[in-house]
């Protein structure tokens, strides 16, 4: 009997529906890209395409049939994926974008078939060989549904993969901290850093600056190279605009708030020089804010969003309380349920996630217990509200109340309310 090829699980229409939903609503790509990835699309004019789609969003551009096309033909991708043709065959398939999540979900089990396919036949070949070790370790390593999952380690591999290279590193003077440093030395003294796959929750009270401080860490990570995301759910986008300037354009808040009455010739060149080195400075091109365009406000929504950045290094919430549930869940409150989710999402990307923490009166944070017992890490922010001196009154005492692998202890960084910023 004649051998028939089989085709891998796929399913072509999932894969235009996808596409289709993202042309016919743009924020229907932020909830695909919390179920997939490029690499789950089967065929590769779909993939090319999806992958098109992420870019345009990524620049902040609108994705229809024009920016698509153009962006194609100015990769030389156009022919090579059927360019009209295709674009009106995915606009055909779908008449409605409502059901993007459920088209996402069909195109991940599909690849996490193909997946489980192409490992059992790594098995099945290191079975026909005796190679008993490496038939063991593919055992161990089964492609998960999430098509991330990686194989377990020994106490050996964890210390030379990552003891003894941190070790190198901070050695070699390329860092002094274990952990992504924050800028300030007397946080990064006292916590090594902040560690990858673990939750950092700032708390204070209002107006003393969680926020600010959060957001400046934000800008030394960026200033760095690196991408860092702020999602904030209670300020609006020109709110961290104004919140931002002052640091950045070297201007006093009162100037920007008030520029006939206040600002002078040195002002206004210091907003000229910024203006014009905005392209060549890191903090303002690494570091990407979420605000207004944050609709659902659910940790689904936030991971489409740094599935869409890529290489993220570093995700701050601003603020826990204002997350919200999934409604579906039983037994649990959705401070813990959403501080879980975080969780995972710094497992899963291995990064530190800074979540910001509303408090009640009493100094407790607004919640269950559970929270603080979530945490990997808790900051505590005093300022002196009732202080004499303008100086007085600027000294904020950071206290490092939990920490994993570090000890605890407290610093002082002093707040300059004309800059919004800790120095």
């Known amino acids: 009997m004649e051998d028939i090829k089989r085709l891998p699980p796929c399913s072509r229409e999932a894969e235009l529906s996808v596409l289709g939903s993202i042309i016919i609503d743009n924020d229907c790509i932020v909830s695909a890209a919390a179920t997939i990835r490029p690499s789950y699309f089967y065929y590769p004019e779909h993939k090319i395409m999806y992958e098109t789609m992420v870019n345009l969003h990524n620049?902040?551009?609108?994705?229809?049939?024009v920016t698509i096309m153009e962006s194609l033909t100015a990769t030389g991708l156009n022919e090579k994926i059927g360019g009209y043709e295709l674009i009106s065959t995915i606009v055909q398939t779908v008449p409605t974008s409502v059901n993007v999540k459920e088209y996402a979900m069909i195109v991940k089990k599909h690849a996490y078939m193909?997946?489980?396919?192409?490992?059992?036949?790594?098995?099945?070949?290191s079975a026909y060989t005796m190679d008993y070790d490496d038939v063991q370790s593919l055992m161990s390593s089964m492609p998960s549904i999430s098509l991330a999952r990686k194989p377990h380690k020994t106490t050996k591999e964890i210390l030379q993969e990552y003891v003894l290279d941190d070790v190198k590193r901070r050695t070699e003077a390329e860092s002094d901290s274990i952990g992504l440093p924050t800028g300030f030395k007397e946080i990064d003294d006292i916590t090594g850093g902040l560690k990858g796959g673990e939750l950092i929750g700032m708390k204070a009270g209002p107006n003393i600056g969680k926020s600010v401080l959060a957001l400046e860490i934000c800008k030394y990570t960026a200033s760095r190279g690196l991408t860092a995301a702020f999602f904030a759910y209670e300020m609006t986008t020109q709110s961290l605009g104004y919140r931002?300037?002052?640091d950045i354009f070297r201007v006093p808040i009162d100037h920007l708030n008030n520029p006939k009455n206040e600002m002078d010739n040195y002002d206004i060149a210091s907003i000229k020089r910024a203006i014009k080195d905005i392209d060549t400075n890191n903090s303002v091109n690494y570091l990407h804010i979420f605000a207004n365009e944050l609709e659902e406000n659910t940790v689904e929504e936030l991971e489409g969003h740094v599935k869409l950045l890529g290489d993220v290094k570093l995700i701050t919430v601003d603020y826990l309380q204002l997350l919200e549930g999934d409604k579906t869940s039983f037994g649990m409150d959705k401070y813990t349920e959403n501080l879980r989710k975080l969780k995972r999402i710094a497992k899963r990307y291995d990064i530190?996630?800074?979540?910001?923490l509303s408090e009640t009166k009493t100094g407790e944070i607004r919640g269950t217990n559970e929270v603080e017992h979530d945490l990997d890490q808790l900051i505590e922010l005093r300022r002196e509200k009732f202080a004499t001196t303008p100086e007085g009154r600027s000294l904020t005492e950071v206290l490092i109340k939990k920490g994993r692998n570090n000890k605890l202890g407290k610093g002082l960084i002093k707040f300059d309310e004309n800059y919004i910023k800790f120095k």
């Open 59 to 65: 620049k902040a551009q609108a994705i229809d049939v």
């Open 114 to 125: 193909r997946a489980s396919i192409t490992h059992c036949n790594k098995i099945i070949g």
């Open 244 to 246: 931002l300037a002052p």
């Open 352 to 356: 530190p996630i800074i979540v910001i």
